[in-house]
């Protein structure tokens, strides 16, 4: 029921918003751009022994204390006031609300930390192309970091 409301409030705020650059690039190029250097890693890569994964914490997460509203109050306001378009509501009105929102925001959190689960909705980053440095060619792709917020 939970994962409803996160729907319900990004269907509301609109999540699709469209975004343009000026670098002349499509985002399908970037897209196919990243993805040939992934595959290009992977294969470069491929038949090396893997690393040596040394298990050394002493301690596992399998139980997490229920935040309360204090606590999720806190970290809202603390948090940065930045937004993403895939946002299910915007950090702004998320503040400007906090005493509406509070209940339910905390029990989205409780349920998704106690299930260990998170809606597919959520699951999910916008990635934007940022020159790695100012000045450098922007009709070159290998110029570009693919940063997500």
Known sequence: MW??????LSTMLGRDRETSGTTGHTADGFAEFFRRKVDDMMSATAGQPAPTVVDSAPSSLSF???CSETEVRRIITASAATSCVLDPIPTFLLREFVDVLLPYVTCMVNASLSQGWLPE???HAVVSPRLKKRGLDTSNMANFWPVSN
């Open 64 to 66: 997490f204390r229920p």
């Open 121 to 123: 909705s959520q699951k």
């Open 3 to 8: 994962y409803q409301l996160w729907r319900s």
